[in-house]
């Protein structure tokens, strides 16, 4: 007789937290519907639609997850109660610890699980697009608010100092996905914010 209820030890948080690592290793693309029912216990396909509706339903979720727990990095680049260097450096930083930790895929999830895809994952690429999006206009704002606080040069540029950034913050994935060690991420940072302290206001007056 052919299963349908879900295994007894069916834990559907557990199961999210399978198919996150499982998005976030090989991209929404690179997993089968069968490897994340495989996954999460052996669950047939009707306990996966009655769980979690569809595949990108649950990518999105999954995404979701994702972006409450580590992608909480990249709040420093809000935080307002720092200085906006301090909110780059903080953000870079937390980022290059997290996507070279040990207990997790390596890189940012939202940076390679759907950034190429056909044209059937249009839309959870527009998703994590949208969240890198988000990303950049924070940095664009924190170099914004460098030079309307007359930390940096009214003559700045912004928009290529703040794209210096973004693509750091970006890069770090596929340099962690590659096996980059940690301690050059460090270092790297270290080095873009020679690019904002090059624009430091105080300058002018030596």
């Known amino acids: ?66 972006l409450s727990i580590h992608g909480r990095v990249v709040e420093a680049l809000r935080d307002t109660s720092l200085s906006p260097r301090a909110r780059l450096e903080q953000a870079l930083r937390r980022s290059a610890v997290m996507q070279t930790g040990a207990a997790h895929p390596a890189g940012c999830m939202v940076t390679l699980s759907s950034t190429i895809c056909s044209t059937g994952g249009t839309s959870v690429r527009a998703v994590t697009a949208a969240e890198r999006a988000a990303n950049r206009a924070a940095i664009f704002a924190c170099v914004e608010a460098g030079v309307a606080d007359g930390l940096l040069r009214p003559e700045t540029d912004v928009t290529g100092l703040s794209t210096l950034f973004e693509g750091v913050l970006v890069g770090l994935s596929i340099q962690a996905r590659d096996g980059v060690a940690a301690d050059a991420f460090g270092a790297a940072i270290t080095q873009a914010l020679k690019a904002w302290d090059a624009n430091w206001a105080g300058a002018l007056e030596r």
Do not use: C
């Open 1 to 66: 007789m052919a299963r349908t209820g879900r295994p007894r030890n069916f834990d559907r948080d557990e199961a999210l937290g399978t198919a996150m690592h499982l998005f976030w290793e090989h991209g929404y693309e690179g997993v089968s519907l069968d490897q994340l029912r495989q996954a999460m216990g052996g669950i047939s396909s009707a306990s996966f639609y009655a769980a979690f509706g569809a595949k990108e339903a649950l990518y999105r979720e999954a995404l979701s997850r994702y």
